[in-house]
């Protein structure tokens, strides 16, 4: 057992069996299974020390803890210092580094980061890819519910050791700013990494947005070679990055970016965009639309050129590129209005999509929005002022409340709210039914913040609500009532 601990400060409480051959490692005592070891991880809201007589029930045969602990069960304990932090390094070492056969790609940023490794992993070759991310981890023809948007350094391992056995070639990986902050990632080298942009978001666990930047920053101290790097410097903390780091830039307002691109044309399936790729230009036509998603585009196209492929290559790849589930995804029941689902959540992303939205816009554009509980709530009224003046109507309603009141979230998001363009339904599922009743041929209607997620947060209960089932159900009652 101690040969994984190898560098760390550590104490065996007590020894176990001789010659023991461990079969595995946990930290989900359910999960245990006959030989493996249990890490006992103390987290912010279960103990996992707690659950230590459950794990040796289903056959652990070692415990490693981080606190001293009554030692009932004859097998072995092992306290290890900073246990969390660590477990990246001892699970590589348990399971021989599975992750220096692969290429490590991470993307990190506030938004675009979903989109941006279901685009590479289009690019790359989906036979080849392995990919984290907030939607779902999938390794090859598995596919895990994301429980968040970067796992347990523990799980990276294990898909990690998974994708080599399946013989892929690639992780992207979505990178979060929690995962980075808290040394989820810091057992991997990355072969390359990008930056999206930076907004406001999560400063109610980095506190500030310097720490926040701080926490992004890590990503690229932890590339193989420094200057594989694409960042967007049209965003002022990717200008500093890009100052420090070097690599790709990529730009639609800056002359001197390696990557530019511009937008000819909108169309409703679509737009026609101009690129320039280190001075060489390209006419493409893209089933996604919005400035935004042209960043991911660009952000995608510098990380395929770092890992090997070539321009042309490339550019002839991006015509079957589509989106993110739950990213700008519409809702086509044959209906004469338009409806998208959108994962927007923040001030900066609903922005994005609600600007798109308008220039795209031949009727009027309804909004459905609101804003989580037991999150940053400065951003809320700042969501309230955007939602209403890129709306022709803004429907204020709730989205996750957590364990936060939902009228108090609501009062929230009015303070940046006046005039009379909104109105406030609380219960999601009626905000929905109201944006469908009122649409009228050719309005848009964005229903925004929860994207992908097929659930709903009230309280700690989780209840199964998708936006875009209950958007399909609404326009198809509306279609059959006439």
């Known amino acids: ?70 030692l009932e069960f004859p097998v072995e304990y092992i306290l290890v210092k900073d246990l969390r932090k660590n477990l990246g390094k001892i699970a590589s070492e348990f399971y021989n580094y599975p992750q220096k056969k692969l290429k490590i790609i991470g993307i990190t940023g506030t938004n675009g980061k979903t989109t941006s490794t279901y685009l590479l992993e289009s690019i790359l070759g989906e036979e080849k890819v392995a990919r984290i991310g907030t939607v779902e981890y999938k390794i090859g023809d598995e596919v895990i519910e994301a429980q968040n948007t970067t796992p347990e350094s523990l799980d990276i391992v294990k898909i990690c050791k998974k994708a080599v056995d399946k013989g892929l070639e690639y992780l992207v990986m979505e990178v979060s700013s929690h995962a980075l902050a808290l040394g989820r990632v810091s057992m991997l080298e990355f072969d390359v990494a990008s930056f999206t942009n930076l907004t406001l978001d999560h400063l109610d666990y980095h506190e500030s947005m310097q720490n926040y930047f701080e926490a992004k920053r890590k990503l690229f101290t932890m590339l193989k070679v420094k200057e594989n790097s694409v960042i967007n410097i049209d965003d002022p903390y990717g200008e500093k990055l890009y100052k420090e780091f070097g690599g790709y830039s990529y730009s639609l307002k800056n002359e001197s970016a390696n990557l530019k691109g511009k937008i000819l044309e909108f169309h409703s399936d679509g737009q026609l965009v101009e690129l320039e790729l280190l001075d060489k230009k390209y006419i493409v036509k893209l089933a996604i639309l919005g400035r935004y998603n042209l960043y991911n585009v660009l952000g995608v196209i510098g990380m395929a050129l770092l890992l090997g492929k070539e321009a042309d290559e490339v550019v002839s790849g991006l015509k079957e590129l589509k989106g993110a589930p739950g990213r ?63 709306s022709d109507i803004a429907i204020l309603t709730s989205d996750n409340p957590r364990t936060e009141d939902p009228h108090k979230i609501i009062e929230d998001v009015l303070k940046g709210m006046d005039g009379n363009n ?61």
């Open 1 to 70: 057992m101690e040969e994984f601990l190898s560098g760390l400060e550590y104490k065996i409480l007590q020894k176990g069996k001789e010659d023991i051959k461990y079969t595995g490692m946990e930290y989900d005592s359910r999960k245990i299974e006959a030989g493996n070891i249990f890490v006992a991880l103390e987290g912010a809201v279960v103990d996992g020390h707690k659950f230590i007589k459950n794990a040796v029930e289903n056959g652990a045969k070692a415990i490693l803890v981080s606190k001293e602990v009554p």
């Open 328 to 390: 700008f995804e519409l809702i086509n029941c044959g209906q004469d209005y338009i409806v998208v689902v959108d994962y927007a959540h923040t001030g900066d992303a609903l922005e994005n999509i609600l600007q798109s939205i308008n220039e795209l816009k031949k009727g009027r554009v309804i909004t459905v929005f609101g804003c989580g509980g037991d999150r940053d709530p400065s951003k809320r009224p700042i969501m309230g002022e955007i939602a209403q003046r890129l």
């Open 422 to 482: 909104y109105l406030v339904e609380e219960n999601r599922e009626l905000a929905i039914v109201k944006a469908i009743e009122i649409a009228k041929t050719n309005d848009i209607i964005l229903i925004a913040g929860k994207g992908h997620e097929a659930y709903q947060i009230l309280g700690r209960k989780k209840i199964h609500f998708d936006d875009r089932e209950i958007a399909r159900r609404e326009i198809v009652k509306r279609k059959m009532r006439g």
